[in-house]
């Protein structure tokens, strides 16, 4: 049976390129980084190049990379870190309702430490009101986090707008790029963010190792002591078969960018425009701002689970945001703030489309679905009630 | 993270659909979690479930202890039925990962429900008939 990967928006295969770089890393190159030595030397070049290769491709200075073991110690690290540091001026922090858990999660513990955290809701494609934003900035507020594309739903926030506001009103601004770098041009003057996360196994590189960018000037309190590594704002040893492999991938991802997400949208686009032909189905996430790859559909009167168990005994591996996914007894937090109701927030399904995948793989996709939805909602005592035979 | 069992009734379940004229029809569950099960069973004079349908709105494990519990009890009377536990449906399933055991696994509850729901009825038959006789 062929099998079809749709989980690119959980992880992305190792590009051959990349593993090739990384390979010296992980045999000869063994010294370290911080060695004096011939040894350390040599592999102290190759971070630093990885570095060069992370800071050109969002547009940063070399000096403004922390390297990190992956998306979540980035928002982690920009969170607690900047409100730590920022603490005498202020203690409200905002964010948003539709935010990675990394984020909010982080901001939602600094709660317990006295901070105020305004989550802001989103509209119904799960998108943050620029608005908004600016009216809940107070003279106490420190730090604004919003994430540029939402790893469900694939919907991309203003985050250039947000970031100008945040600029104008002298409060940092940190941005979760995690989902978005290689599907869409990210430069960090653009955006005018002060922080931005990224993780490399989101773009075809290695897991455990990510990006946190952090603009030159804004001040991090860190919370893990120990050696001097990355400026002192990641102490440790570094990950350098991981840093080597980031630093190839993201040069790679933004390299191949136009190219791939051209094509990767057309696909999604077909996708998409199948699956709602089965029929009560509905689209989450916005029509058109989305990442290029991401399909996130509502499957009324089945629950997603069971559609994602029916999907794998054909090969074809996806996502869902129903309790049973989401390792809690609620389902999704972005489906549910998006204003969707119980039901249709456990009938989701994310598909999410790679540089691998093929035409002949979406036309499988789609012979097989409507049977698959068809046997589980003759099984479903809330679609019987729906019938009119 | 299924047993085999487990993938085997949520791909061939077995009783699904529901009984037109049903002696008893227990559901349990709701929408907030995900899951919605609805038991139907016909039974006849000697106490005997004789026919026993399901429909489920849930994961793999939901349907599959739907499943599992229809067969469970089919021709069983309505005493031993009302003996089968939640437990031993995720143990005749060879067992069910741990975050299952609390929120899907809940065919028992739904089948002693249906069960329930037919002594109910027949309580209120007989009460019926006393009446009309009087
Ligand atoms: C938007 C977003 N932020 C953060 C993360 C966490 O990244 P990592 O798995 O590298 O810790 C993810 C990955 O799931 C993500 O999608």
């Known amino acids: ?389 | 993270m299924y047993t085999e069992k487990v993938m085997e009734h949520f791909t061939n379940p077995r009783n699904v659909g529901e009984i037109a004229d049903a002696d008893g029809m227990g559901e349990v569950g709701n929408m907030k979690c995900g899951d919605i099960m609805r038991i139907y069973i016909k039974v006849n004079e000697q106490d005997v479930i004789e026919d026993i349908k399901f429909r489920t709105f849930g994961c793999g494990a939901a349907i599959a202890t739907s499943s599992v519990v229809t067969e469970m009890v089919k021709g069983k009377t309505l005493d031993e039925a009302l003996e089968v536990t939640n437990k031993q449906v995720a143990a005749e399933l060879g067992g069910l990962p741990e975050n299952k055991l609390h929120c899907s696994n809940l065919a028992a509850d739904a089948l002693h429900k249906a069960i329930e729901d037919y002594r109910n009825k027949r309580v209120a038959e007989k009460s019926n008939l006393k009446e009309t006789g009087k």
Not at chain 1, 156 to 181: M, N
């Open chain 1, 1 to 389: 049976m062929a099998k079809i990967y749709l989980d690119h928006g959980a992880t992305t295969p190792l590009h051959p390129e990349v593993l090739e770089a990384m390979k010296p890393y992980l045999t000869d190159l063994f010294g370290n980084p911080s060695s004096l030595h011939s040894f350390g030397r040599e592999v102290r070049k190759g971070l630093e190049e990885a570095r060069e290769k992370a800071a050109a491709a969002i547009g940063a200075e070399e000096r403004e990379i922390v390297f990190t073991s992956g998306g979540t110690e980035s928002d982690n690290l920009a969170i607690r870190g900047v409100a730590r540091a920022a603490r005498q001026r202020g203690n409200h922090i905002i964010t948003s309702a539709v935010e990675h858990h990394a984020v909010l999660d982080a901001c939602l513990g600094l709660r317990e430490e006295g901070f105020d955290v305004t989550v802001l809701p989103v509209d119904g494609y799960g998108m943050v009101r620029v608005s908004d934003v600016e009216a809940a900035i107070t003279d106490q507020t420190i730090l604004i986090s919003i994430m540029l594309a939402n790893n469900e739903v694939g919907t991309l926030q203003p985050v250039a707008e947000i970031g100008k506001i945040a600029r104008g009103r002298g409060v940092v601004f940190h941005t979760d790029a995690v989902q978005a770098i290689g599907n869409l041009p990210v430069n960090v003057n653009d955006l005018h963010c002060d922080l931005l996360a990224l993780s490399a196994h989101k773009h075809y590189g290695p897991k455990g190792v990510g990006v946190l960018y952090v603009r030159k000037g804004t001040r991090l309190k860190v919370f893990n002591f120990g050696g001097s590594q990355e400026r002192k704002m990641r102490p440790g040893t570094e990950n350098v078969p991981g840093i080597i492999g980031m630093g190839r991938a993201i040069e790679l991802a933004v390299q191949e960018l136009d190219k791939k997400a051209d094509r990767i949208r057309k696909l999604r686009d077909k996708l998409i425009a199948g699956v709602l032909e089965i029929g009560d189905v509905r689209l989450n996430g916005h029509p058109t701002e989305r990442l290029p790859g991401n399909v996130n559909v509502s499957v009324r009167y089945v629950e997603g689970e069971s559609l994602i168990l029916s999907l794998d005994l054909k090969g074809i591996a996806a996502s869902s945001g129903s309790a049973c996914t989401s390792g809690s007894l609620d389902p999704s937090h972005v489906l549910l703030a998006m204003g969707l109701d119980h039901q249709t927030a456990h009938g989701s399904l994310r598909l999410t489309l790679g540089a691998g995948n093929t035409e002949e793989e979406i036309d499988y996709v789609l012979s097989v679905m409507p049977e698959i939805v068809s046997r589980l909602r003759s099984m479903s005592p809330v679609y019987a009630g729906q019938r009119r035979d």
